[in-house]
């Protein structure tokens, strides 16, 4: 029954959700001078000025990492690929709508109604990108429906503590080390604890890697790698800002990168490199640049944040995810604490002590992009670090309580979440076909000649054709 | 014997077309203003100024569009992988280049010659992309100079409708729902009446995907959906209309791929989802959009619209193409009347409205770009809006019209198509490998050894090595 | 003991050389004026005007040819794929830092330090391409310790050689015909030349592709195809130049194209296409147009220019690589003397022949731009051409040189690469799982068992779990 619930769920929430954003944007939204035909043209600016030409080249690259980065990162799972890639393009569909509003609320409310263009389009994504984090915490355990209710509340979190950091504190943090990747890790890491099960050892089979899973997922790893240069300059300040964001961004990945095989050789059995390191510990660099990435760090400064990051989150997955897993009951599918949590935590940290150290002898007239409080001498340098230190304690409050409440509100037993032995799973929420269609030739149909095992796990009978 | 004279003709017919291409490009194909040393330096202009840097980000993604997209999309079957990717790559390539004469020769000609830049280069993809939709409708049924004859005639007649739409009525469809979608589409639709094949059940078996080909589908999926507002965008004018189009894609397409979710799962069997539906319908929103994404549609409208089409393509899928193949005989391989002509002729509808209910009060000062005529005074928004309406039917009889008579030119038995018993199936037109080659390691190389089978269906014996 | 040293060496020298590229960075390397916050903002110029914009979207495309591209492309080995995509990550991130320096120390070496922006990091992974060229002929017989000491020397030789090259002779390489493609092949065909394995038909059978992987290797060659407009333009001057060369490429491939699937249909058993054909020789034409593409080659001339491409590297892989291989021992993975060296060569006599027939009817004010020497009267067309033909012979010279010295570096018994019996295989340096960890699911996890029988070729035992 359940079962039969969820099934019908699925369809209701996609379709209400949508067309209650519909309304919303119907009521709520309306194009932005630079996307409005009679607002542009009342001034005298040349149509080559328009944002979209100096925004739209970085919101395509965003959009990749968002669509194919992560689907495709987290297709790894021998028999999760489809639930991987299609889960993550239906939540992500949704959130970025729903950040479209709730950002816009916060940010971008101008006479009762939200202004929207390509950099509300980046950080709608942005915000996405929160979700999906978040997603991998609890990959292959979660319901579609679940999914959608927790991008809901966390796309609304996500953006009251944007808001806190970047508009009521003066926070810095272009490439979200704070506001994305700590905030998206903590909450799904705690949702993932409230929604512990005893006994997900019995999918455990389930909950690894084949040869050609592990390809796929090389796709995602590596567009996220190549265009996160993209992503942490995607917003900052045009000019020297966006250039040298992207600039240290590749260098601080391109240090990681040998940070990660060389901890991966050192900490494997054998000598061997685990794949999982590669696929995951090589993009901490990103996430550790994130707040930084901005500041006059220099590529050497950059090339040590990734180094250390690129160690950090290879001895996570080594020994802290077994530790969390078996004394904290925290199963994270993805192992997002090693790539966004901590990494995210040291991005905020090298934030702080970067810009704790900002001189106008540095930064000269470029201090007013970079840190526009203390060039208005508003506050000065010492201050600002603080409140990036204080930042981060106010991220992952929120992110901690928020997963809390979350967390709870998505073990109610009404969502007809997978049991625990049919996790990781796609044969429950997709057609994976019946050996009769698929019988073509012997060997590729014989994966869905073995689905029949797993359906007397189901509360309902195969399907008669 | 057939056989032996198409494997004859290919080699012939690439080397010679493309000998025939070079020629015509030596006589007629200049540098425009743009791309020429000479006269680009003559004026003053800066160098940014070139057109280059405002169009060449939005054709790379229309690029990718059609070589990985189209090219991935269609290797959902389960042996015809290397054919999918492969002959769109190469009916790409050929067509690009003839679409660059055939559009020149409508749009560009300048003293006898044909200028081109990257404004044509768009075109000439955008060209293509209506015959890779074509493709998708008689997808494991044709032979590749089948393929290439049809590519042949399909440019030739998308060309001179376009010119109908385009300069003679002077239409708006930036985005190509009718010129490109619906043209494409229909087109493909009545070749592959012409080409009914009867027994096309004994083929039956390889017309499925198998669990990885459903994933690499997935990234043709993915690169179109996220590259779509640059497709719709690629060719507008420059300023608020670029970034507007790319925006009204980015909602309509997240809208509609909610609905696609939601309507997978309300019509599937046991409420599961199923991978057609979300690799193709939830692209509807990017067709729909085409023709009225530069308009003044809104969010909201643009949300109404991806929502439409999605709801309508995943009800295509699941009941009107059954009767289409079975009281129609029309075997529409990649369901393209869902994905590209249903959508298509949404957008043309959506378009014609949307035209005719355009004031100054809207657009301002932007009319002119959107609406030149209607700026111009040369037609009010109404008749605007009817000659949208007739650009739509025009395209419909030329579709059906050209379809109707490439079919049976197609039909000629001259092209070695294959036999209705190995459609469907790489190895007959691609070395696909012996036994002994690939015998390394017992399971991957298993699926060779099961080509064998199909052997007995070929007029050759297997290769002896 | 030579296994267990291998497995010691990786962990240090990925750490220590990463170690030593920070120090050094630290001690060398600035931020330029557009990167440099306090620089920047001392002019009066506009953000936008800022050369990320004009060269950042060109770098983020020659970016997934370095790491996707290339990457992807080697994965058509049926064991050999996580190598292919993980070594070729491995060794691009540590190139792209060496080369950063070793270019800085030739060509923008200010006041003692090395100044940086986005061309330098196009340069970067330019000379990173040329090493990865290398690893193609290389591949499958290689430890990764051997790889990165390879991607140390080469990198230093490379930016020898395009020192002499662009700065001392002159000469106009836009795209890299000759310091990128002939280098980075001849380089590597002495390389594997000299590691010359007798018995490496032990390894055969896993020197081949099974059907998913050559549909993997497909991924790399269309991201290569579609973006190496980008490349050949993405250092050329602005305007005119960046616009001209991405369109002379885009032809040059496409004819290219088709004359690799002529050819391949025309050479092949049966009239069968051969995917080795189409994933390797329908990118000569982006190759062989490398040095002229800047040049007023025409879209004429640039597709006569792809299409002999296309036919040398067809019958280089049909008649050349047999003959390479049995009588002058070159054992060439990828092909990479068709894809690279014999194009490379072509695009370099093209370039010459172009060079010498420049006129300043032709080119008029553009002359500076192409030829800034022959602009300012330094020396004529014809010299410039001479040049260029010099160039040539150096580039081979010290590809050829540089290969043997390094090849025989390379041969130090000190590296631990692969048995003859053990190559092309990706176990012994990768953690694939045990048969344990990987049985979910029958037929998806025997790949894993059938490891067994390769672990008797190897120095230790399987891992007890």
């Known amino acids: 029954i359940v079962f039969a619930i969820r099934h019908r769920w699925l369809p209701a929430i996609c379709l209400v959700l949508q067309i209650i954003l519909i309304i919303l944007f119907g009521v709520l939204v309306q ?3 630079d996307t409005d035909a009679k607002l542009w043209h009342k001034g005298n600016q040349s149509d080559y000025e328009n944002d ?3 925004r739209y080249p970085s919101f395509q690259d965003v959009h990749v990492m968002i669509f194919v980065g992560f689907g495709f990162l987290m297709t790894f799972l021998q028999r999760y690929g489809f639930s991987s890639v299609g889960f993550n393009f239906l939540i992500a569909a949704f959130s970025l709508q729903w950040a479209t509003l709730m950002q816009g609320f916060f940010h971008g409310f101008h006479g009762g109604k939200i202004h929207i263009g390509v950099e509300s389009m980046i ?7 929160a979700v ?6 609890v990959l292959g355990k979660t319901s579609p429906v679940q999914l ?3 991008a809901m509340f966390e796309v609304t979190l996500f953006s ?12 810095r943090d272009a490439g979200g080390s704070m506001t994305i990747h700590t905030f998206g890790a903590y909450f799904g890491l705690v949702v993932t604890r409230v929604l512990y099960r005893p006994n997900l050892d019995k999918s455990q089979k389930r909950n690894s890697s084949v040869y050609h899973s592990d390809l796929f997922a090389m796709i995602g790893t590596l567009f996220l790698w190549m265009f996160w240069p993209s992503f942490n300059s995607a917003v900052t300040a045009h000019g020297d800002d966006q250039h040298r964001t992207a600039m240290n961004t590749y260098y601080s990945l391109a240090s990681c990168t040998l940070a990660t095989f060389g901890m991966s050789a ?10 999982v390191h590669i696929q995951n510990a090589a993009l901490a660099g990103g996430v550790a640049i994130g707040t930084a990435g901005e500041m006059m760090l220099t590529p050497f400064g950059s090339m040590i944040v990734g180094f250390l990051a690129g160690i950090i989150s290879v001895l996570g997955f080594k020994y802290l995810s077994p530790f969390l897993e078996s004394k904290l009951k925290i199963q994270d599918t993805c192992g997002v604490h090693n790539l966004h949590g901590m990494p995210g935590i040291l991005g905020a940290i090298v934030g702080a002590v970067t810009a704790a150290a900002a001189t106008t002898e540095i930064y000269g007239g470029g201090m007013k992009d970079v840190f526009p409080d203390v060039a208005s001498q508003a506050r000065d340098s010492f201050k600002q670090g603080g409140l990036q230190a204080i930042s981060l304690v106010v991220t992952l409050g929120m992110a901690l309580g928020g997963g809390l409440i979350v967390g709870f509100i998505l073990k109610l037993p009404i969502y007809g979440s997978p049991s625990d ?17 698929r019988d073509a030739d012997n060997v590729l149909s014989r994966p869905h000649q073995t689905i029949s095992p797993i359906h007397k796990y189901l509360a309902f009978p195969p399907r008669a054709k």
Chains 1, 2, 3 share one sequence.
Do not use: R
């Not at 999906?132 to 915490?137: E, K, N, V």
């Not at 009251?160 to 926070?171: D, H, P, Q, V």
């Not at 050192?266 to 794949?275: E, N, R, S, V, Y």
């Open 52 to 54: 979209f030409y100096y």
């Open 123 to 129: 950080n709608a994504d942005f915000c996405t990108g």
């Open 266 to 275: 050192l900490t494997a059995h054998d000598g061997k490199l685990d794949m």
């Open 31 to 33: 194009y932005n001078h």
């Open 148 to 150: 959608l209710v927790m």
């Open 132 to 137: 999906l984090i978040s997603f991998g915490a």
């Open 160 to 171: 009251i503590n944007e808001y806190i950091l970047l508009s009521l504190l003066g926070a």
């Open 421 to 437: 032995t049919i996790c990781y799973e796609d044969s429950i929420y997709w057609e994976v076909g019946s050996p009769y269609q």
